[in-house]
């Protein structure tokens, strides 16, 4: 036995200490004094992260925050009751890219139909990757409000529609896709 500078009485290795007079110490948990406060630019700066975020998975780039970061940026952004703002950003932000794929699809109607389908097939993919990506970065999100919700549809589900949209905006796109409904491209249905 053997007594610790703090006054604890050590009885042998792995056994707990106890003070030289018997009693035991009571831990006291106390409230804080003033609640936490958001900073004043929170939803800004975490915006203009996951924007970057957004940005570089529809340019094919490397993302330079973690995920696991995205992500709880995203759950903190829900915490604080900003889903609602943070879901019409994402999906304005998914509707800027989308109208930039077709603009681009736009200037390959000229192409010979094999040739316009390969292009329309791989925007179609990499959408779809995009997609994927994304979703896994607001998987919080997409959980937590918009399953909550019976009026919204996933992300996934969302970026689908625009894709629709966007795709019947575009007459010489669609004009284009309508003669090859026969391929049974799921943005059809």
Same mark, same amino acid.
């Given at each position: 036995m053997s007594t610790h500078k703090n006054g604890m009485v050590i009885n042998a290795p792995g056994a707990k200490a106890t003070p030289q007079n018997g009693q035991t110490k009571k831990l006291v948990i106390r409230p804080l004094k003033l +609640?936490? /406060? =958001?900073? $004043?630019? *929170?939803?800004?700066?975490? !915006?203009? +992260?996951? /924007?970057a975020a957004v940005w570089a998975v529809h340019q094919k780039q490397p993302v330079a925050t973690s995920l696991e970061e995205l992500y709880k940026a995203v759950e903190d952004m829900c915490r604080h009751n900003m889903q609602d703002r943070l879901y019409k950003r994402l999906q304005a932000e998914c509707d800027m890219h989308i109208s930039q794929q077709l603009a681009a699809l736009q200037a390959q109607t000229q192409l010979a139909p094999a040739a316009f389908l390969e292009q329309? $097939?791989?925007?179609w993919e990499d959408y779809c990757n995009q997609m994927l990506l994304i979703r896994s970065i607001f998987l919080y999100l997409d959980r937590a409000y918009v399953m909550s919700l019976p009026g919204? &549809? #996933?992300? *996934?589900d969302t970026? =689908?529609?625009s894709l629709r949209q966007h795709l019947a905006a575009h007459s010489q796109v669609n #004009? &284009?896709?309508q003669a090859m409904h026969g391929f049974g491209w799921? !943005? *059809?249905t």
């Open positions: +609640k936490p /406060q =958001l900073p $004043a630019n *929170f939803e800004e700066e975490t !915006w203009a +992260k996951l /924007q329309v $097939a791989a925007t919204l &549809r #996933s992300l *996934f970026g =689908l529609a #004009s &284009r896709d799921p !943005w *059809f």
